[in-house]
């Protein structure tokens, strides 16, 4: 399970970290509250903020760092049964782990529709239409068409609801780079097995693992992710294949 942590490295600001996190640095956008920005109430009201937001959010401009690479090696190596991301900034896409092994919980903008009455609408249109600085509106009832991101107020992707087949599988779950306040998503973190272990790594203790005591099953590893990760890749053995996999991509 994945949040905004694992791309900060990458240079995308989370949403919480007081001083760099988004929802502290919305004045630009003009939102009565920060959340307002994701909100879809306040979309059909103003989809101004969001627009301008999603112009800087498009993929394209941030690359994937080691951390993605080491959910790509856990699928490389016949690991990974899948990958719960609630971020939309395609990184995981982007670092090579196929999209039937991901499931992202918050939307992406691969694809686009209609925030009305849900019509899709190409991709690649609303892409160039936002970046221009207008709105792209459905070719069926006006509306205004928004990128496929999950806002409050919304239903998260049909998708999401593999988690209940798939979290009884796991017999590790690994948690990384999330503040696990947003449900539903935080909450499948109890959908393992009781026995099973749950490692948290993240610069503060989150969700369960705040607990005192801590879960005899659960592990955290504090600190900032590359670090860790880089630790684990000496300790797996694994770092000539992360350095080729590293150097394939062209970083
Ligand atoms: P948050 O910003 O809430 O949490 C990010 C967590 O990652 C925090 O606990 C940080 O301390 C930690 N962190 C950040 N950088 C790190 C680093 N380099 N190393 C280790 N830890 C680091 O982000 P999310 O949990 O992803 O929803 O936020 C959840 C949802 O809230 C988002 O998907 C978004 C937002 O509203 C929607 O847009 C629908
Ligand atoms: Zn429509």
Redesign the pocket.
Known sequence: MA???IS??SGIP????PGS?LYDNLKKYNVPYP?AV?DIDYFAYNPRPFFTLAKELYPGTYKPNVVHYFMRLLHEKGLLLRCYT?NIDGLERMAGIPPKKLVEA?GTFSSASCHLCYTPFPAREARDCIMSGKSPHCKVCYGVVKPDI???GEDLPKRFAKFSKDFPKADLLIVM??????EPFADIVKSVRPNVPRLLI???L?GPFKSKPLKSTDVVELG??CDVVRRFVTALNWQDDMDELMKSQKL
């Open positions: 949040g905004a942590g900060t490295p989370d949403f919480r970290t996190g959340e994701f609630q918050h999950v806002f409050f780079g999330t503040s696990l306040e947003i993240n610069r503060d989150v900032e992710l």
